[in-house]
């Protein structure tokens, strides 16, 4: 399914009209329209934004792809990359990044198979497992009763924090951006209840 496609269903399973959306994430009816039509497509940021707004992952938007895909998609020359591929690979590159996996190294075949979204639940899983075992329960309760300023706040401080290298487990020259960029996503919020 095309990006269009997926963003008209997710909207619709949350019972909105296209112009509840745009109001949600603060653009217009007309964009939405586009959007949906496949007139357009929106750039990344706005796809984490509609994602977060949806309550799900920017691939329940961008469809299911195996590593396999994402490989293909990689090997194009950029110029040849429709707008949606180049979309796939700026969410799926940090998460094959966060498991080391490079496509220069080869993929076996159950690697191949793998899709995309299973990488990036897992690394979800691990980070809220990680946190509760580190007494993080409450962390992640507090942070659920806060609004978008409030998280957003949080999540630059803890951007800032990764970037000091006395404050990490294994210091190094800090945490680079392609590692930070999924903390503005808010994976926390349903995944507790």
Request: hydrophobic letters at 40%; charged letters at 30%; one cysteine or more.
């Amino acid at each position: 399914m095309a990006f269009g496609e997926l963003l008209k269903l997710q909207r619709q399973r949350k019972g909105w009209k296209q112009r509840e959306l745009a109001e949600r994430i603060r653009t217009t009816n007309t964009s939405v329209s586009n959007w949906e039509n496949s007139t357009s497509v929106p750039t990344a940021s706005v796809v984490e934004l509609l994602a977060r707004e949806l309550e799900i992952s920017p691939f329940d938007l961008l469809g299911d792809f195996s590593l396999a895909d994402i490989q293909e998609l990689d090997n194009k020359d950029d110029d040849e990359r429709t707008p949606e591929e180049k979309l796939v690979l700026s969410f799926a590159l940090p998460i094959l990044f966060q498991f080391d996996i490079r496509f220069c190294d080869g993929l076996s075949d159950e690697l191949a198979a793998m899709s995309i979204k299973t990488l990036e639940s897992e690394i979800q899983g691990f980070c809220i497992e990680r946190l509760l075992e580190n007494g993080g329960k409450e962390l992640l309760i507090a942070y659920d009763y806060l609004n978008a300023d409030g998280k957003a706040l949080v999540n630059d401080h803890i951007k800032g924090l990764l970037r000091i290298p006395s404050l990490l487990e294994i210091p190094e020259d800090g945490v680079d951006d392609e590692v930070i960029q999924p903390l503005d996503r808010n994976f926390v919020k349903g995944e507790m209840e």
